[in-house]
Each structure stands twice: as structure tokens, then as C-alpha cells.
């Protein structure tokens, strides 16, 4: 739906002040597509049933259509038959999950990101040399859980700049922090802010945690919400980064901006008297939810999406070294 390629329709006289603009990048990130690929080549290696550990990534419908395939998604290793295949998710768990996997006798393939196992590899090492990490994130998502588990008496969670008078440390000039890796990075550098303003010396994470697709997609939507009376982000309602770019939106100067899993949930309301309307997707979403979205528009009348363009992804990461061992002696690696 794009007019990247070929030529725009003609517009009716009544369609001719409206436009879509379409953000890039959106949609599957590198780690998304890493383990939504896992659990596929999994069930092709070694058959129905493999059991995925918690939604292997916060898309509904990815979750239904790996679920056709053969997945069982499940919310806690108990669930799983001893001696079975289990993936862990791509927001990663914590050292206590890979415990209790290995005394069940579970082979586990780990679809962790990346990014996270680098947030985890952070906490390690803060909580090594005995500092108090404040983790800046939502209590109860996974991706939290997973690395407040790798060193949970040195770690306490920060959710926002409100949590900060009531923080608790051994040593003020011994505090450093982290984060998520799907939040806002203007609200995460908000809440950095007023933790060091109470603790001077807090020190930083080596890199960035906010994933590079996080950031680039909310600098996408900064660029195609000023001045439009619609943003549109598609998503599932469990998906931090999602979640995040509708605020993105709104803080970046959309009239108006909602969530939507798939076209289904678009309230035809929102389009009365809308005349540019843009559109996103979070890093769990594939394009065909998005393609949905811009037909929706197109029968009522908005013209073809003139994607804008704010970044290029071209990263990419390799299966885990558990599934690649076995495609290869297989004979498919």
C-alpha cells in the first residue's frame, strides 16, 4: 500500500487534502524476528509439539499462527512434559528458570534477545562488583522478571520518577542503573534524571540499554505525528513498545493516537474529519497486520501511504547456538 513503487491513484475531488504516512522503520525487529524464526525451524526439526515458555513475543497473532503450527505456549516450565523441547521466549528469563529447566531434564533452546542477555550480562557484573542496581521498568513483564532473577538481592525496581524518594541503598556512591529494553527513552532518561539528582554518583550502564529498533521506531513515530490528526500504532495490548508509542505519538504532537492488534479494531468514528492519517507498528507486529490497516484507510477512501523515512535497520541476529547445532548435524545448518 505503499508509493514507494508505481503510480498514486487519482484522488476524488473530496480525497485530495488527504494523506497516509506510513513510519520506517516499523514492525519485527532483529530480535523478534530471531525468535519467531527459532520456534518455526524448531517445529520443522523436530516436530509437534515444541512448548514455548510465555509468548514468544507480545503479538497475539503470532502467538495463534505458531500455535496452528504446532506450539503449545505455556506460562511455567511445571507444564511442560519432562525430557520435552522448550523455547525461552525472546525477553529472556532468569538464571532460577534455566535451574529448574535442567532438573526436569528440558531441552531448552534459548530465544533470548540479544539485547537483553546484554542487560543481563550488565546486572552480573554491577551486582559483582556489590552495587545496588535500580532497574528501570513495568513490575510483572518478563523481560523485568527475567533480569531482576539474575541478581534479585542486588536489584530493585523503578518504574517511573515517582519510585525514586522511596529508594533504599547501602552506599549512595555505589548505585548504577538499567532499564528495559521497550521503554520510552525520553521517560527513561526522565526517571535517570531524578535518580541522579538524589544519588550524584550513580553510575551508568557501558552502553545504551533501549534497544536500537525501541528508539528508532519511537523517532519514526516523532516524525510522522506532528500535525496529524490520526496515529494509528498497531500492536498487541501486552507489548511495552507498543504501548509506548502511542504516548510517543500524542507527547510528539498527534491530535489523536490509538492501539490496534489488526483492522478489526479501528472505530471508524476516529476518522471523522480526519484528513492525514499516520501509521506504525510495534517490533512484534508483522507487515501483514500493517497491510490491513492501510486496505482499511483505502476503501474509505485515504489514498495510497507515503512511507517517511528516519532510519535503516539492516541488523541481524543468528539462532541460538542450541537450534544452529542441531540444523547443522541434521544436515540443515
Given at each position: ?45 523436530y ?18 499462527d ?20 522448550v ?66 538481592e ?8 515517582g ?14 542503573w538499567?532499564s ?35 528508539q ?15 496515529l494509528?500504532?498497531?500492536?498487541s ?7 509506548r508509542l ?15 492488534d ?16 499516520s501509521?506504525?507498528s510495534?517490533?512484534?507486529?508483522p ?6 490497516v ?18 535503516e ?6 539462532l541460538?547456538k542450541?537450534?544452529?547445532?542441531d ?7
Open positions: 500500500m505503499s508509493t514507494d513503487l508505481g503510480t498514486p491513484r487519482v484522488l476524488a475531488p473530496d480525497e485530495a487534502e488527504r494523506a497516509v504516512l506510513l513510519a520506517a522503520p516499523r514492525g519485527y525487529c532483529a530480535g523478534v524476528d530471531r525468535a519467531v524464526v527459532t520456534v518455526e525451524k524448531a517445529l520443522d526439526l516436530g509437534a509439539p515444541v512448548y514455548v515458555r510465555k509468548q514468544i513475543v507480545h503479538n497475539k497473532h503470532v502467538v495463534a505458531l500455535e496452528a503450527r504446532g506450539a503449545v505456549f505455556v506460562e511455567e516450565l511445571s507444564e511442560v512434559p519432562e525430557g520435552r523441547t523455547v525461552f521466549s525472546a525477553h529472556g528469563v532468569s538464571p532460577a528458570v534455566h535451574a529448574e529447566a535442567l532438573e526436569r531434564d528440558l531441552k531448552t533452546i534459548d530465544a533470548t534477545c540479544p539485547l537483553v542477555t546484554k542487560v543481563h550480562h550488565e546486572a552480573k557484573r554491577f551486582a559483582g562488583d556489590d552495587y545496588d542496581i535500580l532497574l528501570i521498568g513495568h513490575a510483572g513483564h518478563e523481560e523485568v522478571e527475567g533480569t531482576a532473577g539474575e541478581a534479585p542486588h536489584i530493585q525496581l523503578v518504574e517511573g520518577p519510585d525514586v524518594d522511596a529508594i533504599v541503598v547501602r552506599d549512595p556512591s555505589k548505585v548504577a538499567l528495559q529494553t521497550t521503554l520510552s527513552v525520553d521517560e527513561t532518561l526522565e526517571t535517570v534524571a531524578a535518580i541522579r539528582q538524589r544519588f550524584p554518583e550513580l553510575l551508568d550502564p557501558p552502553s545504551d540499554d533501549i534497544c536500537y529498533a525501541t528508532n521506531r519511537q523517532l519514526a513515530v516523532k516524525e510522522i505525528a506532528q500535525d496529524c490528526d490520526l494509528i500504532v498497531v500492536g495490548g501486552n507489548s511495552s513498545n507498543s504501548v502511542v504516548e510517543v505519538a500524542l507527547e510528539a504532537g498527534a491530535r489523536a493516537s490509538y492501539r490496534v489488526d483492522a478489526s479494531e479501528i472505530d471508524e468514528a476516529w476518522l471523522d474529519g480526519v484528513r492525514t492519517v501509521v506504525t510495534g517490533a512484534s507486529v507487515e501483514s497486520l500493517v497491510e490491513e492501510l486496505a482499511y484507510l483505502s476503501e474509505r477512501g485515504y489514498p495510497d501511504a507515503r512511507a517517511v523515512h528516519s532510519a535497520e539492516s541488523l541481524i541476529f543468528a541460538p542450541e537450534l544452529r547445532r540444523l547443522k548435524a541434521a544436515g540443515r545448518g
